[in-house]
């Protein structure tokens, strides 16, 4: 009996193996393409699953061009004065919007410094596609250029600060903004120390729709504000 078993199993691994030749030999390209794809969809799936939850976003917007490696070090220096994990996932995440614009003046001035010529499109597109960000209502903490500012002020789109402050900051150039470059985040950091004379930090208002029309969402945006304006 052990021998007629013995028997009955080589002749169906004999079987299996023919099987499996004949499928590799007619499917096997097809298999190694659907093997491929799974890994590719495993791999998506789980840097989908992975991907950054944003806690707050800081826009900045002025003459300042930040590469792409200097703006990874900004949002590090965000995150560290973050005062808390705002969306409870174990991580504090800024989001950083920029936005290259610049007055007449300061374009002037840029073109004498770059060779080849500057195309005064680009600036115009930056301008546009920052105004139109503006009205979105996905962010309220500002650091723009004074010339911005003003416009903002003067459109009553900005909180004042003695609406935001107990005590307002001795960095406040007005009741709307502050001069960034003399807080205590501008002088203890490497990239955001790099702004420029005339960046002000300012808040937007709540807006109708967005992040910032959410009460409490907009409540955690100013404190990421009121943590960004230390002296």
């Not at 976003?57 to 061009?65: K, R």
């Not at 610049?102 to 597109?125: A, H, I, N, R, W």
Request: a negative charge; proline letters at 3%; one cysteine or more.
């Amino acid at each position: 009996m052990n021998g007629n078993n013995a028997g009955g199993d080589i002749r169906i691994e004999n079987r299996f193996t023919a099987w499996f030749d004949n499928f590799w030999y007619h499917f096997k390209w097809r298999t190694i393409g659907a093997l491929l794809l799974a890994f590719v969809l495993t791999v998506c799936i789980s840097q989908c699953a992975r991907k950054e939850k944003i806690d707050v976003v800081v826009m900045y917007a002025g003459p300042y061009l930040y590469s792409g490696n200097e703006a990874l070090v900004v949002k590090d220096e965000l995150n560290a004065v973050m005062p808390s994990d705002f969306n409870g996932d174990g991580e504090k995440i800024t989001g950083l919007v920029t936005y290259q614009i610049m007055t007449e003046e300061q374009l002037l001035d840029y073109k004498k410094q770059v060779e080849g010529g500057v195309d005064p499109s680009y600036f115009t597109t930056q301008s546009s596609n920052c105004n139109n960000y503006l009205m979105t209502g996905e962010c309220a903490i500002l650091l723009v250029d004074e010339s911005l500012f003003a416009s903002l002020r003067d459109a009553d789109r900005l909180r004042k600060l003695d609406e935001v402050f107990p005590n307002v900051p001795s960095s406040a150039i007005d009741g709307y903004g502050l001069d960034f470059t003399k807080t205590a985040l501008a002088k203890n950091s490497e990239q955001l120390g790099k702004l420029p004379e005339g960046t002000v930090l300012c808040l937007l208002r709540p807006y109708v729709m967005g992040n910032t029309s959410n009460q409490t969402t907009y409540s955690e945006i100013t404190s990421m504000f009121v943590a960004m304006a230390k002296d």
